[in-house]
């Protein structure tokens, strides 16, 4: 089971703070677990580790193992985020994956989608193309471009046998679409936003045709589930602990939590977590910003700014107990670059006594910080983090009071991009806005 140590918050909560709000998080629990919460229409999450499917996604994932050389995911925000944070964190670093897993459609940029279809062979290609909602621009365009890429110079069978879609049960362009095209098809059920369905096969499918195992990944989540609705108390509640010192340290003052790593491949599942942390509690004008950092790496760039810049953050590590490898520093006879004291040691050991040191340093430099520690990198203890983080963001929402399950800011751009593109419903805003970008 993930652990979670508040050793170096001692002097920054007392206990005394802490029980005092315990009663309000047995009310939001209550107010979640029996479905009373605000947002109570998205919380078929709670369900997803006992009602995750697998058959149908592990068929389709074997067919394109065994018959495609790349395979490319369309996706982006909670219809990306999940799978790729998986794919990352668990696939070994420099083991090329058959097939090769590439990105598309969470960005607009030209350049790296112009090089992303001369790389690719239409010939060995499977894609999944994947939107909720089905008019997501970014993925949208993606997937136009993918796909006449792909109907150039494929059949309409083989095209159908190539593109899989990942939509709403009935609406959207892209069920459309896919129904028109005689695309396969998985559907994301109504009640689970983008962000909380890592366990659908928005998530799965994916990771399945990576080659990891989505059966543990939900075992690992399910028995999270279990035990955090087994034990509701603080002392025994690591979802509600967390929750309640996140919110503490916001009524403190505390503006910016950081997520701290010192496992490169854990990159990715942070970016998962700045969604799931930054569009559930961002809102109404509260919400701590969740921020990420990669050490060692950035203790030789934003370290400066953690130990010794404003103090509005507090950062919570993330450590794995059981590293898959071991790697002994060699001794050198001439010890010219003065490390012989390190000779035979373990890096593990040394990456584990720079996290000590470095939590050490920041709670000196005024940055309380908690540390979640994971007894492996496997596809069960990545289960438990993410349903464990799932659990902690909605207690922690509904203890700001806002609805951790909506997302109504992330509109206001979509809405300005659509009118600065034309986009024939929105011609009211779009003479609004050029007459604004004349005036600044
Ligand atoms: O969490 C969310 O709801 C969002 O991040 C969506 O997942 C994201 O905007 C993509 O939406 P869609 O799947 O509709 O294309």
Redesign the pocket.
């Known amino acids: 089971m993930l652990k979670l140590d508040t050793g170096f918050l001692d002097s920054f909560i007392s206990s005394h703070e802490l029980n005092h709000i315990e009663p309000g998080l047995n009310e939001v629990f209550s107010q979640l677990t029996n479905r009373t919460c605000p947002g109570n229409d998205f919380l078929g999450w709670l369900d997803l580790p006992f009602t995750a499917e697998f058959d149908g996604i592990e068929e389709v994932a074997e067919e394109i193992r065994s018959h495609a050389e790349q395979f490319v995911m369309i ?5 990306y985020l999940g799978a790729r944070a998986t794919i990352e964190f668990l696939s070994p670093y420099f083991k090329k994956n058959k097939p090769e897993i590439l990105y598309l459609g969470h960005h607009l940029s030209p350049d790296y989608t112009h090089e992303l279809i001369h790389h690719i062979d239409p010939a060995k290609l499977y894609v999944n193309v ?7 621009t970014e ?1 949208g365009v993606a997937f136009r471009l993918l796909e006449a890429q792909m109907a150039s110079q494929l059949d309409s069978k083989e095209l159908g046998k190539r593109i899989i879609a990942t939509t709403d049960k009935s609406s959207g362009a892209l069920v459309h679409n896919a129904k028109q095209k005689g695309y396969r098809r998985f559907v994301i059920q109504d009640d689970v ?3 909380f ?1 890592v366990l659908t096969p928005v998530g799965l499918l994916p990771i399945a045709v990576a080659g990891l195992d989505i059966r543990e990944l939900v075992s690992g989540a399910r028995d999270m589930a279990q035990y955090l609705n087994e034990h509701t108390s603080l002392e025994k509640n690591p979802a509600w602990l967390y929750a309640a010192i996140r919110f503490i340290l916001y009524q403190k003052g505390k503006r910016v939590e950081v997520l701290s790593s010192f496992e490169p491949a854990f990159h990715y599942v942070a970016e998962w977590w700045k ?1 799931l942390f930054g ?1 559930s509690e961002g809102k109404d004008g509260k919400g701590l910003f969740p921020s990420s950092a990669d050490f060692s790496t950035d203790l030789h760039s934003l370290g400066q700014y953690i130990q010794d810049g404003y103090r509005h953050l507090f950062e919570t590590f993330i450590m794995i107990d059981e590293p898959r490898h071991r790697v002994a520093i060699p001794g050198n006879e001439e010890n010219l670059d003065n490390l012989n004291y390190l000779a035979d040691k373990d890096m593990a050991e040394a990456n584990y006594q720079a996290f000590r040191g470095t939590a050490l340093a920041h709670h000196d430099g005024g940055v309380p910080n908690l540390t979640i520690t994971l007894p492996g990198r496997n596809e069960y203890y990545l289960g438990q983090l993410f349903y464990f983080f799932e659990m902690s963001v909605a207690l922690s929402g509904l203890l700001l009071g806002v609805n951790p399950f909506d ?1 109504p800011g ?1 509109e206001s751009y979509k809405q300005n991009m659509f009118a600065l593109l034309g986009h024939p419903d929105y011609a009211d805003r779009t003479r609004e806005l050029q007459k604004r970008f004349k005036t600044i």
């Open positions: 996706g982006i925000g909670g219809s994947i939107s909720k909602s089905g008019t997501t993925p936003g983008g962000r369905s969604q569009e997302q992330v």
